[in-house]
């Protein structure tokens, strides 16, 4: 088992924490105080080749794996987290079009993301969430392809990109073969953005309500096949939960690195850090963060390697975030009511590790996943 | 376009050792970086390129360590890089060194344009450009600080000044410095970073670019360096202590007999 660095990753791992560095981090507390990300940022990911990490190259991406993908996540989330989850939503979507796009629509898709577009994925409803069986927008056969009718919430990306996968009902049929993804592009006549969500953290992400009313989607948008949009999705996800956990391993890794320069530098009772407990508290960091990067480098080998099982991905998922929790617990202890004023930037990554938990999943039903497959149960009833 | 940016390696600190027995900076185990001045050239020449087509060549004089440097230019869009390295060489001041860049650029070939940074942040003498300039029998301008238009044989420009700029039109070939007013430089991508790795830097010596060694090195340069020192300020302070206008009479007399008043 060789735990050295390729040369590409290194590359990806360099150019991801150089921008996170010069471009980034002037503007992170910008970005918590006000929403913004602008699209200057978005321009300069792109040009780095970011934007387009997991596209072939042929297709104008950087044609990188998916360790590189999860290293450059947590390069940007040490400084942003917000800015974690825009690459993360972003690869998701590509993977997906990439992955089950029609020909046509990849020659569309993946080279316009490479050069400046932006990607989400469109699941979760007012009353849908991790159960995808309840969803609601509906697809009424049209043309070849379905008019849809609905409304999506909580998907990131939403107010920047210009591409969206939404998953919808195309039939009555019961159980997941009811499910279809489509591609739909903004400004497609029937789809609307509805209001900004404001949220306790992550505040970069655009988070919006949209809205279909008889929005069209052409036969050449469907991803896979008609009712393959479950599996889709599932496997889409992947990507999406090994960037969440990478967001979470960067903002805690972030909290770390305060806590320890915080710690030599706060004065009770002579320096905190020659006290033992600060000690024991900054220990446990420093292994719940080098154990995810590991845990979640494992699993983006191991689906880089054409693992179909995603356990391992489920497992690494819910260790990192639960690390990372438990990071932003103790850093809060360390710096004591500092921690919970705006004078130090760990509130920020405190806030956003709050709401990393419930991205794609909650803990609790990917937790009774990967119960149910180390006890051979079904997971679905 | 063929346009040539000229980089030099520079100390990455501000922490500077001499060498005694030479007068000049000890390189030896201390990173390296571009010369700041210089990104902005790389970076303009790549402007350049993609608006008019054509080829930017990274040339620079140094170690042979300078080579890895060089791969930076191709990480941000510069397509080759040239390394004039040779023992001839060390010990360079500006006049030698300009007199081995003009003989490595004839050696490049035809080219429109050629872009210096302002200065080096060691030397700081920001003579190696209009120098260059003059070795090659071209025109030159410094202080660039905004391109406004270019063709095959025609610059215009601004050029900063102390009271503002002033807008200048310069035919080409030509030199021209840039100062950082000119544009942000941008940061490598993975692709760039891709080329880089892959990019085979090329390495020419005295004998390849046909030059006289009695014009290059220590053995070039008609200025030595006589003493580097970091000079000691010292300051002697006098209080005044009394009220504001008697305080005032009392500096005026001070400055009056001092010739500065």
């Known amino acids: 088992m060789n735990f050295s660095m390729t040369e590409n990753q290194k590359i990806v791992m360099e150019v991801a924490s150089e921008f996170a560095a010069k471009e980034l981090a002037p503007k992170a507390e910008h970005i918590d105080k006000t929403g913004e990300f602008d699209a200057e940022l978005i321009r300069k990911m792109t040009e780095s080749n970011l934007m387009g990490l997991l596209i072939p190259e042929p297709l104008g991406g950087a044609g990188m794996d998916k360790l590189c993908y999860v290293q450059a996540v947590e390069e940007l989330a040490r400084v942003c987290p917000s800015a974690g989850l825009v690459l993360m939503a972003q690869s998701m979507f590509s993977f997906a079009v990439l992955a089950f796009g029609s020909d046509m629509l990849k020659r569309e898709v993946l080279p316009a993301l490479s050069q400046g577009a932006v990607g989400a994925m469109a699941v979760t409803e007012p009353n849908a969430s991790s159960n995808m069986m309840a969803i609601q927008t509906k697809g009424t056969p049209f043309n070849g392809g379905f008019k849809i009718t609905g409304n999506k919430i909580f998907c990131t990306n939403s107010g920047i990109a210009d591409y969206f996968t939404v998953l919808f009902k195309s039939s009555d049929q019961p159980g997941p073969a009811s499910l279809t993804l489509g591609v739909v592009r903004k400004g497609t006549p029937g789809f609307i953005l509805g209001k900004r969500e404001k949220t306790m953290g992550l505040r970069g992400d655009d988070l919006r309500e949209m809205i279909f009313d008889g929005c069209y989607i052409p036969a050449e948008n469907i991803l896979g096949q008609i009712g393959n949009g479950m599996e889709i999705t599932h496997i889409a996800g992947a990507i999406g939960f090994l960037g969440v956990s990478s967001t979470a391993v960067g903002a805690a890794q972030a909290c770390f690195d305060l806590s320890k320069k915080y710690a030599k530098e706060r004065i009770s009772f002579g320096p905190i850090a020659n006290q033992q407990i600060i000690q024991l508290y900054i220990s446990e960091m420093a292994n719940l963060v080098e154990i995810s990067r590991l845990v979640i480098q494992k699993a983006a080998v191991g689906l880089d390697n054409g693992e179909k099982n995603p356990a391992n991905i489920w497992k690494a998922r819910l260790f990192c975030i639960e690390s990372a929790r438990r990071v932003a617990d103790l850093t809060s202890r360390i710096y004591s009511s500092y921690g919970f004023t705006e004078e130090y930037p760990v509130s920020r990554f405190v806030r956003d590790i709050a709401g990393l938990p419930y991205i794609y999943s909650t803990q609790e039903i990917l937790g009774t996943y990967v119960g149910k497959t180390e006890l051979g149960l079904p997971l679905m009833g | ?261």
Request: hydrophobic content about 45%.
């Open chain 2, 1 to 261: 376009m063929n346009i040539v940016a000229c980089i030099k390696q520079v100390p990455g600190t501000t922490e500077v050792k001499i060498d005694n027995s030479t007068n000049t900076i000890v390189r030896e185990g201390v990173a390296a970086i571009i010369n700041p001045f210089d990104l902005y050239a790389v970076e303009e020449a790549v402007r350049i390129k993609e608006k008019t087509e054509g080829k930017v060549t990274a040339l620079s004089m140094g170690i042979l360590s300078v080579a890895e440097l060089l791969k930076d230019t191709i990480a941000v869009g510069a397509d080759e890089a040239v390394l004039l390295s040779d023992r001839a060489f060390a010990g360079s001041d500006t006049l030698a060194t300009s007199y081995t860049l003009a003989m490595g650029i004839r050696k490049i070939g035809e080219f429109d344009l050629i872009i210096c940074g302002k200065q080096s942040a060691d030397g700081d003498t920001a003579q190696v450009g209009p120098s260059l300039a003059e070795k090659l029998g071209i025109p030159h301008l410094t202080m660039v600080k905004k391109i406004i238009e270019i063709s095959k044989k025609h610059l215009l420009c601004e050029r900063l000044t102390d009271d503002g700029f002033e807008v200048v039109e310069l035919q080409l070939p030509a030199v021209i410095t840039v100062v950082k007013d000119i544009n942000t430089p941008r940061l490598p991508s993975i692709k760039g970073k891709m080329r880089a790795k892959n990019a085979e830097i090329k390495i020419w010596n005295a004998e390849d670019i046909c030059a006289d060694k009695e014009l290059c090195g220590l053995n070039g340069s008609p200025t030595q360096v006589i003493s580097t020192f970091i000079p000691n300020f010292e300051a002697s302070t006098e209080i005044i202590e009394t009220n504001a206008n008697e305080a005032a009479r009392i500096l005026s007399g001070i400055l009056t007999d001092m010739g500065l008043n």
